[in-house]
């Protein structure tokens, strides 16, 4: 997906006031953030907007509050730890009404490379709505709006669309760039062979992503929760496996359109399996392996087979992109986390491969892993990242590219 020169390197923004959104919706525990992953990518873009003289004015939504104004969701610890991240002052504009006095005021006294973060922008209603006053209001603090917010861009909201019908310059920032060029590139104009790896629990969830993938890839892997409903279509017992019983019908239609295409769909061969769900989830349980078509009826699924990690992982390596979403099984349990980490280890070890991690628990399971570092790219959106594969268009890249 193309954005022509709409990148922060192609506009001026000295003595501007640039309002930024970034995806700053990190965990909190006790007002104390304990993952700052989504400050800490955003730094790039903010201290390229600092050191161009640019006066530059932060927006970002922080978890769902339900009514309004709630101090749990305050962005108050953000600006804290942001402050130390870049070693300057970011002064933090606490208005219930996220574009009130505090702001307006803090925004007129800003100086060239100042910071100045609002407040989380869903303490206004009208942010979900994606209503053309809130969006008027946020526009009436800038000269310029830079979308840096893929993990949001998913969602029409004023402050990812509405805005920018009402500000003339508008650009992408450096990890919305990267998450464009990465995905895009490794969907649409993948190196091959393309190997794509979907888990996680639900094929109801990754209906779309797998249908369009089907049209790209070379080989397909699907493992985790969503590759029983494949095996029992096959006419395998899966025991009390997950399964999806109404997508049956669907997962045949998939795999007779995989063997039409010639594409390489792989499910698992054996499988580890319990008596149950861990409980809790990182719980000492007795496990084996089986063949994936000897499950027994009153066992579970729960891992990948230590023949189908070898399996996924020789596909693994024979590939120059790959692009990975969804666990291998219960990653969090130590005994249930083999798969996932025999997949991220073939990733890492595929030297010369472009290595996508499509956000969500996959990304997790990188970091918890200790691999990420070994990665192409890691995206930050986990809902952005399913609809970008599944090859929609994004409202919020869509309304920098139109506006």
């Known amino acids: 997906m193309g954005l022509g020169k709409k990148t922060i390197d192609d506009i001026n923004v000295k003595g501007k006031r640039v309002l930024v959104r970034v995806d700053f919706n990190v965990p909190l525990k006790d007002g104390v953030i304990t993952n700052d992953n989504r400050i800490v990518a955003a ?10 003289g640019g006066k530059v004015i932060l927006c970002s939504h922080l978890g769902k509050p339900k009514n309004g104004a709630d101090p749990a969701f305050s962005l108050a610890p953000c600006a804290e730890r942001l402050s130390e991240l870049l070693g300057q002052q970011v002064v933090f504009a606490d208005d219930p009404e996220v574009v009130g006095d505090n702001a307006r005021q803090a925004v007129d006294a800003m100086q060239d490379g100042d910071v100045v973060l609002l407040q ?3 303490f206004r209603p009208e942010e979900t709505k994606n209503e053309p006053a809130f969006s008027k209001e946020l526009a009436s603090l800038c000269d310029v709006y830079v979308d840096d917010a893929f993990g949001s861009s998913h969602r029409a909201h004023c402050s990812t669309v509405g805005v920018t019908q009402f500000v003339n310059t508008t650009a992408v920032g450096y990890l919305m760039g990267k998450e464009i060029e990465y995905l895009g590139n490794a969907v649409n104009s993948p190196k ?10 639900k094929v109801a969830d990754k209906l779309a992503v797998i249908e369009n993938l089907l049209a790209k890839v070379d080989v397909l892997i699907i493992g985790g929760g969503m590759a029983y409903t494949f095996l029992k279509a096959q006419g395998n017992e899966v025991g009390t496996s997950l399964v999806d019983d109404e997508k049956l019908d669907y997962c045949k239609q998939m795999l007779a359109k995989a063997k039409e295409k010639g594409v390489s769909l792989l499910l698992p061969i054996d499988t580890v399996i319990a008596k149950g769900f861990p409980n809790p989830i990182d719980a000492k349980i007795e496990t084996k392996a089986v063949l994936s078509s000897e499950i027994p009826a009153d066992w579970m699924g729960l891992d990948i087979g230590p023949e189908t990690c070898e ?5 693994i390596s024979t590939a120059k992109t790959v692009v990975w979403n969804g666990p291998m099984g219960v990653f969090e349990n130590p005994i249930l986390c083999a798969g996932t980490l025999a997949v991220a280890n073939a990733m890492a070890a595929a030297t010369g491969a472009t290595t996508v991690i499509g956000g969500g628990d996959s990304a997790a399971a990188v970091i918890q892993l200790g691999l990420a570092d070994k990665m192409t790219h890691i995206s930050t959106g986990g809902g952005a990242s399913l609809e970008y594969l599944e090859g929609k268009e994004l409202p919020g890249i869509a309304a920098i590219q139109n506006s």
């Open 120 to 122: 989380n922008t869903r």
């Open 311 to 315: 399996l996924f992982s020789n596909a």
């Open 43 to 52: 730094l790039p873009t903010i201290k390229k907007l600092i050191a161009d």
């Open 192 to 201: 091959r062979p393309f190997v794509a790896i979907l888990g996680g629990a």
